[in-house]
């Protein structure tokens, strides 16, 4: 019996030694794309910019952003008529660009995200940055995961991580083109 229980608490404690290290991990790991979101800010202020569009991966994909000191307004779409944004590219009418595709966008390909801080999408803070995805998807990172009717904190993280990854992509594409 004894050896059972001195079996039990050297597994508890690597239990809590995991947990431990796996918690400061997360905690210590920045979003992928604050770093981006910081770098395209600082390129669109030294272009004196406060529109960006790019043509995303696939030909009928576009990216484009809006700038505001402390704020990013990012929308990528595949457009139906892709050799019209692509002229208004060569012709850099971004702000075009930008309202095309948040209105005419191929809605279940749209994506906009909210960037309260230009600094890359946060888990929780008090000014909510957000995820849109199509028409049915809508994720506010403030922390509450049970407003949002999810069933776990895990799912939370979840979606947070796919919506940073993605937004950390149209980033890369953004300052691409910033460049």
Same mark, same amino acid.
């Given at each position: 019996?004894?050896?059972?229980?001195?079996?039990?608490?050297?597994?508890?404690?690597?239990?809590?030694?995991?947990?431990?290290?796996?918690?400061?991990?997360?905690?210590?790991?920045?979003?992928?794309?604050?770093?981006?979101?910081?770098?395209?800010?600082?390129?669109?202020?030294?272009?004196?910019?406060?529109?960006?569009?790019?043509?995303?991966? !696939?030909? !009928?994909?576009?990216?484009?952003?809006?700038?505001?000191?402390?704020?990013?307004?990012?929308?990528?779409?595949?457009?139906?008529?892709?050799?019209?944004?692509?002229?208004?590219?060569?012709? %850099?009418?971004?702000?075009?660009?930008?309202?095309?595709?948040?209105?005419?966008?191929?809605?279940?390909?749209?994506?906009?995200?909210? !960037?309260?801080?230009?600094?890359?999408? $946060?888990?929780?803070?008090?000014?909510?940055?957000?995820?849109?995805?199509?028409? %049915?998807?809508?994720?506010?990172?403030?922390?509450?995961?049970? $407003?949002?009717?999810?069933?776990?904190?895990?799912?939370?993280?979840?979606?947070?991580?796919?919506?940073?990854?993605?937004?950390?992509?149209?980033?890369?594409?953004?300052?691409? $083109?910033?460049?």
């Amino acid at each position: 019996m004894l050896m059972h229980l001195h079996m039990l608490r050297r597994l508890l404690a690597g239990c809590l030694f995991a947990m431990a290290v796996t918690a400061a991990t997360v905690v210590a790991q920045a979003p992928r794309s604050a770093a981006l979101a910081l770098e395209l800010s600082k390129l669109l202020e030294a272009g004196k910019l406060d529109v960006i569009a790019a043509q995303g991966k !696939d030909p !009928d994909q576009f990216v484009a952003a809006m700038y505001f000191p402390g704020q990013l307004l990012i929308v990528s779409a595949k457009y139906s008529v892709p050799p019209l944004l692509v002229e208004k590219l060569q012709q %850099k009418a971004y702000r075009d660009i930008y309202m095309d595709l948040n209105g005419a966008g191929v809605p279940e390909s749209k994506v906009f995200i909210q !960037d309260i801080g230009a600094d890359g999408l $946060k888990s929780k803070a008090a000014a909510a940055d957000s995820y849109e995805r199509g028409p %049915k998807t809508r994720w506010a990172f403030d922390g509450e995961w049970r $407003k949002q009717k999810l069933t776990s904190e895990d799912e939370y993280l979840k979606n947070f991580a796919s919506a940073d990854a993605e937004y950390a992509e149209i980033l890369a594409v953004l300052i691409a $083109k910033a460049k």
